[in-house]
């Protein structure tokens, strides 16, 4: 890989760990001052807290490259279990044992793929390699 789509791919890791920085912070701060959903996410003090989390440390990984790559694995790991947590919490009809933790509705559980699937791609921006032409 050249010199310039190393760069490329770096700022691009960069910014999108910024924009999930930004997205999640702000939506884990609102949660906490709203009583029950911000926008069509559920609100509630652990899943508040677990955004919140996710934010700052999004902000912080955005300073650099690796760190924004080792942050879109961790995602890809805490969110994929999230939603699969959102999952069976959906399908069996929310009972107490699994909805109670975090509350989640539909479109969190979304909102936690889509952003599994965003951190896997952070994570393996830099593990593309152009093949040789020969």
């Keep these: 890989?050249?010199?310039r789509t190393r760069e490329r791919t770096a700022a691009a890791t960069r910014a999108g760990a910024l924009?999930?920085?930004?997205g999640y912070?702000?939506?884990?701060?609102?949660?906490?001052?709203?009583?029950?959903?911000?926008?069509?996410f559920?609100?509630?003090?652990?899943?508040?807290?677990?955004?919140?989390a996710i934010g700052l440390l999004a902000l912080l990984a955005a300073r650099r490259a690796a760190g924004?790559?080792?942050?879109?694995?961790?995602?890809?790991?805490?969110?994929t279990g999230l939603t699969i947590?959102?999952?069976?919490?959906?399908?069996?009809g929310s009972p107490r044992e699994l909805s109670g933790l975090f509350g989640l509705r539909w479109p969190d559980t979304v909102l936690h793929a889509v952003t599994a699937v965003a951190g896997?791609?952070?994570?393996?921006?830099g593990s593309w390699r152009q093949r040789d032409a020969r």
Excluded at 25 to 40: E, R
């Design 1 to 3: 890989m050249g010199t």
């Design 19 to 22: 924009v999930i920085g930004i």
């Design 25 to 40: 912070l702000a939506l884990g701060v609102a949660g906490f001052f709203v009583a029950t959903t911000v926008l069509w």
């Design 42 to 52: 559920s609100t509630g003090p652990v899943i508040d807290v677990v955004r919140t």
């Design 68 to 79: 924004a790559q080792f942050l879109g694995l961790a995602l890809m790991v805490l969110l």
């Design 85 to 92: 947590y959102g999952v069976l919490a959906g399908v069996l």
């Design 120 to 125: 896997a791609v952070l994570g393996l921006a």
